[in-house]
């Protein structure tokens, strides 16, 4: 249910000039690891596929990738041959049980840290615009930048940006650094998942 309120909360704040067949892209990430992040990028992946849109879960932490293993995905190919263009983009989607094709992985197909240097800005340009014209939502699990800046060329270009959080995890001077980065970036985040709290 909590997920279901995110997403809508989601819809209800996108600026209404925002075009319909073009898909949203929302990028989750944290100031620390073991926040959350994954799941919660999992979990709003599926909210938005069970709702019936065209989801596609991209995996950009290239160091350590959790979301095949947690989703039961063995992939073949993965971002990397994407983002060098040996595969292409439709190619290497993985369609993500029990929720048929309206919920697809690119996943990580082993954890490679020199991933990261493809990740330009032109190429996540590139990579984020054949996505939005499959889906209708494209969600991005990100690593924590305040410990690597490998996904700061997509947060620069997302619709939204959303901060998970952790009860009793998340530190506050991680959390100021994270806001210096991005405000340095000019990124402003569309808000923040608290994790590890009861509903009130």
């Known amino acids: 249910e909590a997920f279901r309120t ?20 929302i990028m989750v990430t944290g100031s620390s690891p073991v926040e959350g992040k994954t799941t919660t990028a999992i979990n709003l992946a599926a909210s938005y596929a069970l709702a019936g849109k065209r989801v596609i879960l991209i995996e950009a932490d290239f160091r350590r990738p959790t979301v095949s293993s947690a989703l039961g995905v063995t992939p073949s190919v993965g971002i990397g041959d994407v983002l060098v263009r040996e595969v292409d983009l439709a190619d290497a989607l993985v369609r993500v049980k029990p929720f048929g094709g309206s919920l697809q992985l690119l996943p990580v197909q082993r954890p490679d840290a020199n991933l990261s240097e493809l990740l330009s800005l032109p190429a996540a340009r590139r990579l984020l615009d054949e996505a ?22 997509v947060a620069q270009i997302v619709d ?12 506050l001077s991680q959390l100021s650094r994270l806001a210096d980065l991005l405000e340095q970036n000019g990124i402003e985040p569309r808000g923040f998942v608290l994790v590890g709290v009861a509903a009130s």
């Open 160 to 171: 939204d940006l959303l901060l998970v959080c952790r009860v009793g995890r998340s530190s």
């Open 132 to 153: 939005r014209a499959m889906a209708d939502c494209v969600i991005i699990d990100s690593p924590p930048l305040t410990e690597v800046a490998d996904t700061l060329p």
């Open 6 to 25: 995110l997403r809508a909360m989601l819809s209800a704040s996108r600026p209404q000039d925002h075009p319909e067949d073009v898909g949203a892209a």
